[in-house]
Nanobody, 119 residues
Framework: QVQLVESGGGLVQAGGSLRLSCAAS????????VGWFRQAPGKEREFVAS????????YRAGSVKGRFTMSRDNAGNTVYLHMNSLKPDDTAVYFC????????????WGQGTQVTVSS
């Protein structure tokens, strides 16, 4: 297991930008795929984006394509979620998660960071 800590959340106006960070410790970070998920009040947690071990491949949910990107710094054990053109619908608690290749489940989760987008 790897320990994950998110940071960078906050209050931003619609159209603004935020960068979330997910810092990892405990194991070799580069062996893990990393994903971002979010959960809005009264809604189920949903997938936002993920990034491969090398950082060369990323996947994003349709609702954030063209606005959110991911990057990773394996030397610094950190993954980033770059969020642009934020909308009030992006308001949620954002979680990062990690899993190893071949694992079906996301075995490690952070505690989450709140993102609030005002209209």
């Amino acid at each position: 297991q790897v320990q994950l800590v998110e940071s960078g959340g906050g209050l931003v106006q619609a159209g603004g930008s935020l960068r979330l960070s997910c810092a990892a410790s405990g194991r070799t970070f580069s062996v893990y795929l990393v994903g971002w998920f979010r959960q809005a009040p009264g809604k189920e947690r949903e997938f936002v984006a993920s990034i491969s071990r090398s950082g060369s491949i990323t996947y994003r949910a349709g609702s954030v394509k063209g606005r959110f990107t991911m990057s990773r710094d394996n030397a610094g054990n950190t993954v980033y979620l770059h969020m642009n053109s934020l909308k009030p619908d992006d308001t949620a608690v954002y979680f990062c998660a990690a899993r190893r290749d071949g694992d079906r489940d996301w075995g490690s989760w952070g505690q989450g960071t709140q993102v609030t987008v005002s209209s």
